[in-house]
T-cell receptor, first 112, second 116 residues
Framework: SQTIHQWPATLVQPVGSPLSLECTVE??????LYWYRQAAGRGLQLLFY??????ISSEVPQNLSASRPQDRQFILSSKKLLLSDSGFYLC???????????FGPGTRLTVL | AQKITQTQPGMFVQEKEAVTLDCTYD???????LFWYKQPSSGEMIFLIY??????QNATEGRYSLNFQKARKSANLVISASQLGDSAMYFC?????????????FGKGTSLLVTP
């Protein structure tokens, strides 16, 4: 079965600083990968998804970007954080031949 | 338009009782999948159960079952014999066809509290 790692677990950053969140997947190859954001007390909003190396699709216009430099690595970045970027960021993966998304433990980001 | 609707912001159930969490969905795609996830206070999203649009039988996984009523577009989660550890947020989600690389649309969630 697949395992999804995310780091860091928590992060406090000042407004205007850069951001890099990392997600790696074990136990499957060529997965579909996703970044979601969850605001406090809300459901999940899809930010980006990737069906392969270097292939990134964005679902909402925003201050963030994503990259997939390796098959099982997905990175969420920002050049300058905004207060509105605060939230809980979850990485998810769907393995080949399956239909179920599994999630990592998440990163809680606070922008001050 | 909201694709997944969870009308119960919060629910209470007594330990060992059964509870039903409601979910309705909206899609015109004949091929879709419905999922339920549990999110405890730690934040991790835990997959519970899946129902495909073409599945004839209601899905079951241990104490979890999905009451799938296709004509009514509802996919309610039933938890039998509730335990204190079931206290958490529960999210219903839908995957439509092949769009968005199988990304999910989530409802706003239902907070479940299991009392002794």
């Amino acid at each position: 079965s697949q395992t999804i790692h995310q780091w860091p677990a928590t992060l406090v950053q000042p407004v205007g600083s850069p951001l890099s969140l990392e997600c790696t997947v074990e136990g499957t190859s060529n997965p579909n990968l996703y970044w979601y954001r969850q605001a406090a007390g809300r459901g999940l909003q899809l930010l980006f998804y990737s069906v392969g190396i270097g292939q990134i699709s964005s679902e909402v216009p925003q201050n963030l970007s994503a990259s997939r430099p390796q098959d099982r690595q997905f990175i969420l970045s920002s050049k300058k954080l905004l207060l509105s970027d605060s939230g809980f960021y979850l990485c998810a993966a769907v393995g080949q031949g399956t239909d179920t998304q599994y999630f990592g433990p998440g990163t809680r980001l606070t922008v001050l | 338009a909201q694709k997944i609707t969870q009308t119960q912001p919060g629910m209470f159930v007594q330990e060992k009782e059964a509870v039903t969490l409601d979910c309705t969905y909206d899609t015109s795609d004949p091929s879709y999948g419905l999922f339920w996830y549990k999110q405890p206070s730690s934040g991790e999203m835990i997959f519970l159960i899946y129902q495909g649009s073409y599945d004839q039988q209601n899905a079951t996984e241990g104490r979890y079952s999905l009451n799938f009523q296709k004509a009514r577009k509802s996919a309610n989660l039933v938890i039998s014999a509730s335990q204190l550890g079931d206290s958490a947020m529960y999210f219903c989600a839908m995957r439509e066809g092949l769009g968005s690389g199988y990304a999910l649309n989530f409802g706003k969630g239902t907070s479940l509290l299991v009392t002794p």
